[in-house]
């Protein structure tokens, strides 16, 4: 039924769109929505005993014992920059926890956010690339999703890249909760918080309390060993401190048919594709400070031969490392007065390596980057009458370095070298009012001024409404922008490409409808549907006076889309989630649908308890349909399957689990970015993984 | 990261729409005020998610004393108040001592007590261990070892510590595991429906025993 509304929907902008205004168009698709909404929620049949989001305290107190277990206090905090009930929070959210992430046998921060409805998640065999909403341009470098770190910002400064694969800066048993908040946020973040949010929260000393020790190993000569402690000591000092290595030979041999020729070992690329990576991670707290830092180092030998280098020779890799160290305060002045600040040195480097034919031996081109900057960031919560909030604050940050070289190595020759220094900073204010017992506003705002291309204004506004307990209404606009980065900007190769310091930000306008409803049996429905508009989007294109390669503020896209989940938790530990994406981008100079947007994504996930509180299967489901690809052609159907068998402790304090990643040996992939010779990357083949943790 | 062939050829740049941020927010505010108008006024009762979290525990804190029994030394105390002692740093606040105020345990009424040291919560049927007090939990449960008092934490592994019932959260919702050692030292009895709807994560030593 709500696909056939979208399909109504898409063809009433196909016909009458010319006959109204984009803003009359939008807001009809979301009355549309509402009215739909509306009109099922009535007709089903509604739990009373569900928890509404702004309940009183009598009312708690009335509850009977069951009731009680049964309200929902699921929290999110990088929605808004504060802590706040998911149900009222101005986006819509979804979570990910530690319990999740053992059960699934997730290995890395992709394969989470792979999970999540609505998310659309690549890998070229060197990084992972996020996108949200059908949008996942090949060749950006997830600059337009936000990633951070108990807070901390993660995009580097010289790409404003996240990284969530192998790459990625935390180990993924260091992850506590995942937030993933969809739609804008530059109202109160600024740049990249374009598309989404990922906040990771990381585990507190306490819920380790003790040493952690976890093996694994699987196919591919695949190995990984961790060590956790974690304490909370009687004078209050709280400490986590992690390490991990992990190691492995990747694939033996992978086949590109774009390669397949005697020149070209017939197209296999044999042994190339081994990944290694080291993760530290420590929090050290004590009263109203927090010490963390980290470093994170990833080396991947690329096996696509990408930027036409050659093919099967062993020598492309890719190096990034990133580390930061971050000081924060946070105190409560009163019941109504909090304020949080923070001040971090956060360095970042990249290293590519890129063999090119030459004699005696092939040339070695450098590719290098290094981002260092001091960041400080300032807050303040004030809450008025108990029942509404203010949040003021200000960010600084001084971009210490960001240089890029492009070099050979013998014979020696420089082509770039280029460094730069910059800041910028922003101050906003939010308000979350609360109208009535049942409606929230919350509206924020945002100025950034940035050395580079000047001032930048972000509105953010949301009303929620909950009509009936356990029913929830979003009705949510926001506007945002990302920064052209220093490679976009200062990027350049003699003959081929030219840097353009003159670019603009790129600039979104979002419009949502969220409605969140709680359903008999235990289940809950999730759905939101969206249109936004993308403009000056930071693209590359060849100057017909000079032939070279430009980055430009270029393109328009539009898109819409409707994201539908539903969920049930039993007692029992069963959790299963069902969730549907459809999608339709469309760049609006060519009218035609955008690279890697499939239109309709499906994900099942399902924890099942086996033998009740010790051993769970886990079921990870994925279904995509074809995407265009950077090439104009087609790809296939993707159908994922990974299963995980997981046992709380085996013998005392010994925990077991054993996974199979791509079950069915799909070997389909997405579409490739054009430094790519390939139309797909194919997707790793099936695999398996034990992992053993122990608990002193 | 090196620089991509590109594919597309360029076009004029487009400028940014002046004066959008303003026409909407008139649009919204507009929007806004007919709906508030239109709406009628109700009692303001908008909770923070820490608020809320907390009078669900509150709450769980009063409605167990229903399923437990406590050892009655003297009958003749049946008309005392039920005390629930809170020790450390209060998460609750005011609000659990409006909430309190109509409630009766037992048939008696209940009285908090707040305190910063264990000895000053003795007589209490009830202590809650605020986050503040949880490093020194082994020196608390030392403190009302052998006494008829009903140990509440709300801290990861504080039950296989010796807390008596230990909230914890599953899937978005307030949950509960209980030790049945110390509960059966402390004489506390916990009724089926009360250990049907909680986590035994402690057995009672006499399970212990039995089991292989």
Not at chain 1, 147 to 168: A, K, P
Not at chain 1, 316 to 333: I, Q
Not at chain 2, 148 to 153: A, E, F, G, K, M
Request: hydrophobic letters at 35%; glycine letters at 8%; a negative charge.
């Amino acid at each position: 039924m709500l696909r056939c509304c979208s399909r109504f929907a898409y063809f009433w902008h196909r016909t009458a769109a010319p006959l109204y205004s984009t803003w009359a168009r939008n807001v009809h698709f979301l009355l549309g929505l509402a009215g739909l909404s509306t009109l099922s929620a009535v007709a089903g049949p509604v739990d009373s005993a569900v928890s509404n989001p702004v309940a009183g305290p009598s009312s708690v107190m009335a509850m009977s014992l069951d009731e009680l277990l049964d309200v929902n206090v699921d929290k999110v905090y990088g929605a808004a920059r504060y802590e706040q009930l998911v149900s009222q929070a101005p986006a819509s959210v979804s979570l990910v926890t530690r319990d999740e992430i053992q059960k699934q046998g997730y290995r890395t921060l992709a394969d989470v956010m792979r999970s999540v409805n609505g998310v659309f998640v690549t890998d070229d065999r060197n990084y992972s690339y996020v996108g949200f909403r059908g949008f996942n341009r090949p060749g950006d470098y997830n600059s337009r999703v936000l990633l951070l770190v108990d807070g901390h910002r993660m995009n580097d400064n010289v790409y404003e890249q996240g990284l969530y694969g192998t790459e990625g800066f935390l180990d993924v048993d260091v992850i506590e909760r995942v937030e993933v908040i969809r739609g804008p946020s530059s109202s109160i973040y600024g740049d990249n918080a374009f598309l989404g949010v990922v906040n990771v929260i990381t585990r507190r000393g306490r819920d380790l309390n003790g040493l952690e020790a976890t093996g694994e190993a699987g196919d591919n000569e695949t190995f990984k060993a961790g060590l956790a402690y974690g304490k909370q000591f009687t004078n209050g000092l709280e400490l986590l401190i992690t390490g991990s290595f992990y190691d492995t030979a990747g694939e033996s041999s992978i086949f590109f048919p774009e390669f397949n020729s005697p020149t070209n070992n017939n197209g296999v690329a044999k042994d190339v594709d081994a990944d290694r990576a080291g993760h530290v991670f420590s929090t050290l707290s004590y009263g109203d400070f927090t010490l963390s830092g980290g470093w994170a180092w990833r080396e991947k030998f690329v096996p696509t031969a990408s930027y036409a280098t050659l093919f099967n020779d062993g020598s492309e890799k890719t190096t990034d490392a990133r580390g930061y160290v971050d000081l924060k305060y946070d105190h409560e002045f009163s019941e109504s007065l909090r304020v949080i600040g923070r001040a971090a040195y956060d360095v970042a480097t990249y290293e590519g390596v890129y063999p090119y034919a030459g004699t005696p031996t092939p040339v070695l081109n450098m590719d290098d980057s290094d981002g260092e900057s001091f960041s400080t960031d300032w807050q303040m919560n004030w809450r008025l009458a108990e029942r509404h909030l203010l949040v003021f604050g200000a960010d600084y940050r001084e971009n210490l370095q960001l240089q890029q070289r492009n070099f050979d190595e013998n014979p020696p020759a420089l082509y770039l070298d280029d460094e730069r220094d910059g800041r910028n900073y922003g101050l906003f204010a939010q308000a979350e009012l609360s109208l009535m017992t049942n409606l929230l506003f919350n509206a924020g705002i945002r100025y950034d001024h940035y050395s580079s291309f000047g001032d930048t204004w972000n509105p953010r506004l949301g009303l929620i409404f909950a009509p009936l307990p356990g029913s929830t209404f979003k009705l949510l606009y926001g506007e945002a922008f990302r920064a052209p980065n220093a490679y976009e900007q200062y990027y350049s190769y003699p003959g081929q490409a030219k840097a353009n310091p003159d670019l603009d930000p790129e600039t979104i306008r979002t419009y949502e409808l969220v409605w969140e409803q709680e359903l008999p049996w235990d289940l809950r429905l999730r759905t939101a549907g969206y249109y936004y508009d993308i403009d000056d989007l930071v693209s590359q294109v060849i100057d017909p006076n000079d032939d070279l390669a430009v980055f430009q503020n270029f393109e328009s896209v539009n898109a819409r889309g409707l994201e539908i989940e539903l969920e049930k938790r039993a007692a029992c530990g069963f959790v299963t989630r069902l969730g549907y994406a459809l999608q339709r981008t469309e760049d609006e100079d060519s009218g035609s649908e955008l690279s890697n947007s499939p239109e309709h994504m499906v994900k099942l996930n399902l924890i099942a308890p086996l033998y009740p509180e010790k051993v769970y299967l886990g079921l990870d489901l994925q279904y995509y349909s074809p995407v265009k690809t950077v090439m104009g052609g087609e790809s296939d159907n993707v159908f994922l399957a990974h299963l995980t068998i997981f046992s709380r402790p085996l013998a005392k304090n010994l925990e077991l689990s054993a996974s199979i990643y791509n079950l069915f040996d799909e070997r389909q992939g997405f579409s490739a970015s054009n430094e790519h010779l390939q139309e797909t990357i194919p997707l790793p083949g099936r695999s398996f993984r034990v992992k053993l943790t122990w608990r002193f | 990261m090196r620089t991509p062939s590109p594919d597309h050829f360029a076009v004029g740049r487009r400028a940014v729409g002046a004066g959008r941020l303003s026409s909407w927010l008139a649009r919204w505010l507009c929007g806004l005020s007919c709906f508030v108008l239109s709406a009628q006024a109700g009692p303001l009762l908008e909770e923070t998610a820490t608020k809320l979290e907390n009078q669900v525990k509150a709450a769980f804190m009063i409605k167990f004393a229903a399923f437990i029994e406590w050892p009655e030394p003297d009958g003749s105390q049946t008309n005392a108040p039920f005390v629930i002692g809170i020790l450390g740093k209060d998460p609750f606040g005011n609000d659990f001592d409006d909430a309190v105020r109509s409630e009766r345990v037992k048939g008696r009424r209940v009285e908090l007590r707040r305190a910063s040291k264990p000895e000053e919560l003795q007589d209490c049927q009830v202590v809650f261990v605020a986050d503040s007090e949880q490093a020194h939990l082994a020196e608390i449960l030392q403190v009302y070892r052998e006494r008829p008092v009903l140990v509440i934490t709300d801290e990861p592994g504080a039950v296989q510590r010796g807390s008596m019932i230990n909230f914890f959260k599953e899937h978005g919702k307030v949950r509960f595991e209980f030790n049945l050692t110390t509960a059966e030292r402390a004489g506390l009895k916990f009724s089926a429906k009360l250990l049907q709807v909680g986590k035994i994560t402690v057995p009672p030593p006499a399970d212990e025993r039995s089991r292989p």
